[in-house]
């Protein structure tokens, strides 16, 4: 079974998730009214809804691929700062893969790429990825690819 692609970019999961680190009790009545706020711009965007989002990934989401990809590529909505930023791929229920450096696709900061270093074996991996874009907001987000004949 195929997972559906995480996209954990807005505040909606963030807020909590930062709250319950600092100890701080995450009950809706607490969280709420932080995630409704109204953007300081009146055009009634959420502050949330303006952060880079994942435009594409290769491999796709869900994808079955025939052969090992030699990378793993993400393009954004905004640029991306690769100081902070991450990408794994892990064998599904298993040990991470070894990546190349997360790099820029030449032409463009809106795109990171990590080369996977070794052929991988048929079998399902989770893409994992905590992204900073420019202006320094996080997304992180994930999803699920299966290498060899869909099962």
């Known amino acids: 079974m195929f997972l559906r692609p995480l996209m954990l970019s807005s505040m909606l999961f963030a807020v909590p998730a930062v709250l ?8 809706p ?3 709420a009214p932080m995630l409704a706020a109204p953007s300081a711009k009146s055009d ?10 994942v435009v594409r990934t290769s491999p796709a989401a869900n994808a079955v691929l ?3 990809p030699d990378h793993v590529t993400l393009e954004m909505s ?25 790099r820029h696709e030449p032409g463009t900061t809106k795109t990171v790429r990590a080369d996977v270093s ?3 074996a048929p079998g399902a991996y989770i893409v994992a990825w905590r992204l900073m874009s420019k202006d320094g907001h996080v997304v992180s ?10 099962k």
């Open 78 to 102: 905004e640029a991306v700062e690769l100081k902070g930023s991450k990408l794994t791929v892990a064998v599904l229920g298993g040990m991470p893969v070894a990546l190349g450096a997360l």
């Open 66 to 68: 025939a052969a090992s």
């Open 141 to 150: 987000g994930g999803m699920q690819f299966k290498v060899g004949a869909a």
């Open 118 to 120: 070794a052929p991988l």
């Open 44 to 53: 009634g965007v959420s502050p949330a809804a303006r952060h880079a989002k």
């Open 29 to 31: 009545a607490l969280t």
């Open 20 to 27: 319950a680190l600092s100890g701080m009790e995450t009950t």
